[in-house]
């Protein structure tokens, strides 16, 4: 019983320090300095409406168009802090320049703020990237998934182009919804919750066979057990009487001094059990009879 109570404690203890070195983990975690890239590519964000009997026209700049996609670029802070006046340079380059072409952007700060984003100077193609320059007043931390800033193009092709973006004092990586502190608290709840049913499992297979169980089996074996207590007494008084261990003493004599000696010995063994062991053996003391052998 007082090996089972250890191996539970140290259970328990295993999973307390391994959960807390987890939340550390995600602490730390939490200190990097990096900006989530969320990518939205959408070939046919509009089309030209075809009615054979009207003439619908869809156009960009006075330019005739037949559809339309829209590329959102945008950055979520998932970090410990905001950012301030932060320089953000924004690099899109089409897999094959003929293939995807913008034709109008904007970009927008959270919460649908334009003023928070200021463009340091006008897009540029170089001739195999198209180049933007902002400066964002803030950029605040969030544990959802809102965008501190959000880059918009209006486009025309059907290839979805890389995208490369350097930000002053923060790094970039890509976006991960488990890397939102509301989600990891979300995880580490829920991992919690899983050792906490995983160790009250536990406990209830441990009552249910110890204090339940148990008590049953003792008494529903009881014969079985009586039967091997004999039989072990037996062989000790045969070894006894075979070799002459007791010279002089009867056959009875014998049999009681087996008899005493295995009950003494039992009623040792019960007397150091706690209370619920004894329970989990039905409450069935020791009887000397149990071992007596008949002669």
Request: net charge neutral; charged share 25%.
């Amino acid at each position: 019983m007082n090996e089972t109570w250890k191996n539970l404690l140290v259970a328990a203890l295993s999973a307390i320090f391994a959960f807390a070195g987890s939340y550390y983990l995600y602490s730390e975690q939490l200190k990097i300095s990096k900006l989530d890239l969320h990518k939205n590519f959408e070939e046919n964000y509009f089309s030209k409406p075809k009615f054979p009997s009207d003439d619908i026209v869809l156009t960009v700049n006075n330019e005739e168009k037949d559809k339309l996609g829209l590329f959102q670029i945008s950055l979520v802070n998932y970090t410990t802090k905001d950012y301030l006046d932060i320089p953000i340079n924004i690099k899109v380059t089409p897999k094959n320049k003929n293939e995807f072409k913008i034709l109008a952007y904007s970009a927008v700060g959270q919460n649908e703020v334009y003023d928070l984003v200021e463009e340091s100077k006008k897009m540029v193609f170089d001739g195999s990237s198209y180049n933007f320059s902002y400066k964002v007043s803030t950029i605040n931390r969030t544990e959802r998934s809102d965008y501190g800033m959000q880059l918009r193009m209006l486009f025309e092709g059907t290839e979805k182009p890389e995208v490369d973006i350097v930000a002053k004092g923060v790094g970039i990586r890509d976006f991960d919804i488990n890397n939102s502190p509301y989600q990891k608290g979300i995880n580490i709840k829920a991992a919690f919750l899983g050792v906490a049913i995983i160790l009250g499992l536990i406990l209830a297979m441990f009552v249910l066979m110890i204090l339940i169980l148990g008590p049953i089996i003792s008494i529903f074996t009881r014969k079985l057990d009586i039967k091997n207590r004999k039989k072990y007494a037996q062989e000790i008084f045969d070894a006894i009487k075979n070799n002459n261990l007791q010279p002089g003493k009867t056959d009875l004599e014998i049999s009681n001094f087996v008899a005493d000696m295995l009950f003494q010995r039992q009623c040792e063994w019960w007397n150091k059990k706690t209370p619920i062991g004894k329970w989990s053996l039905g409450l069935i003391e020791p009887e000397r009879s149990d071992h007596l052998v008949e002669v």
